[in-house]
């Protein structure tokens, strides 16, 4: 079964500075989706990517992914305390194959 | 329009016990999943109904159990609790079937297994 793996697990950063967090999969990504999530509520759909080379940007946040390399990366550029949380990517092409989650990365954003 | 409804929110329940939990998708929606969150497994997809049919199921033992009603609302049971069922259950509903795209999660119901 697909299994993904994020790295970094936490992140610290300064108030204004960028980030990127990556999303790498042990199969072929058909669909790769990313989600945020306050400590303890539900997940908050971000952003989808179906295509190889495929960039989404939705205000300060963009997200790439690269098929060859199984692997997607979300980019927070001037980050703002409002961003902190955990981000999960997922991925499934659906059908019999379930949506399955990276474990998450914890980011803190120090004003 | 509303969003995805558990309830209840927070439950603590003792070993041994069994537990339902609820949850009401987007009216329209007709697949509802159900998610386990632990620190040390992330999220891990327990069952998928679509229709009143289970579409999909996750490696978790018979104790999980769950069902989808005609107005597509679902509930999930566990019996005979152990501590390890100590978790943040989501549950995330669709328009589509065994497709995930627009997925919506509902805020969870944290139990808690003393």
């Known amino acids: 079964s697909q299994e993904l793996e994020q790295s970094p697990q936490s992140l610290i950063v300064q108030e204004g500075k960028n980030l990127t967090i990556n999303c790498t999969s042990s199969k072929t990504l058909y669909g790769l989706y990313w989600y945020k999530q306050k400590y303890g509520e539900g997940l908050i759909f971000l952003m989808m990517l179906q295509k190889g080379g495929e960039e989404k940007s939705h205000e300060k946040i963009t997200a790439k992914l690269d098929e060859k390399k199984q692997q997607s990366s979300l980019h927070i550029t001037a980050s703002q305390p409002s961003h902190a949380g955990i981000y999960l990517c997922g991925a499934g092409k659906g059908g019999s194959e379930k949506l399955v989650f990276g474990k998450g990365t914890k980011l803190t954003v120090n004003p | 329009k509303a969003g995805v409804t558990q309830t209840p929110r927070y439950l603590i329940k003792t070993r041994g016990q069994q537990v339902t939990l609820s949850c009401s998708p987007i009216s329209g929606h007709r697949s509802v999943s159900w998610y386990q969150q632990t620190p040390g497994q992330g999220l891990q997809f327990l069952f998928e109904?679509?229709?009143?049919?289970?579409?999909n199921k996750g490696n978790f033992p018979g104790r999980f159990s769950g069902r989808q009603f005609s107005n597509s609302r679902s509930e999930m049971n566990v019996s005979t609790l152990e501590l390890g069922d100590s978790a943040l259950y989501l549950c995330a509903s669709s328009p589509f079937d065994r497709d995930h795209y627009g997925y919506t999660f509902g805020s969870g119901t944290r139990l808690t297994v003393v």
């Open positions: 109904y679509f229709s009143e049919t289970q579409r």
